[in-house]
């Protein structure tokens, strides 16, 4: 048997993802800012408590310290996109049934830093600390 198969929850992700761009055709022109911040809200919203307050976090300290970045969904996930291309995203601990919730940045975010640098964190809480950390790591992926 090949390992080229998807998962359960990558494929859940993948019709998610589908989902998700039929919803904004269907809204065309009629689409807003608020329209998908809604989403990425309504998606926050129905996480479990622990992953919900992470997210619930990470989307106020995007909207902080990033505001040029546009809520939208990124394959079920709240994400955070500059020119629609996503530079930064959370993955819940249930999406792929992980032990830890994830901050992830696309090739997007402008972070590099030598020939390496970490382009995601896992996130089990957020201390004063982590936040500030995040916070800059979000200043530089949009400078």
């Known amino acids: ?13 993948m019709q998610e993802h589908a ?7 269907r809204r065309g022109s009629r ?12 998606k926050i919203a129905a996480m479990p408590e622990a992953d919900r307050v992470l997210a619930e976090r990470v989307h106020a300290l995007v ?9 939208k969904l990124y394959y079920g996930m ?3 996109a500059r020119d629609g291309k ?3 995203f959370f993955q819940n601990a249930g999406k792929f049934k992980s032990r830890y919730a994830t901050l992830g940045f696309t090739d997007a975010a402008t972070l590099d830093d030598g020939s390496m640098w970490p382009a995601s964190f896992a996130l089990t809480k ?3 600390a982590d936040e500030s950390r995040i916070a800059a790591l979000l200043t530089r992926a949009v400078a």
């Open 1 to 13: 048997m090949s390992n080229t198969t998807f998962t359960a929850e990558e494929r859940a992700a």
């Open 19 to 25: 989902r998700d761009m039929k919803k904004t055709a």
């Open 31 to 42: 689409a807003t800012a608020a329209d998908a911040e809604a989403d990425v809200l309504a």
């Open 63 to 71: 909207k902080a310290n990033a505001p040029a970045l546009t809520p």
């Open 78 to 80: 709240p994400a955070y």
């Open 86 to 88: 996503v530079v930064c």
């Open 126 to 128: 957020l201390t004063r």
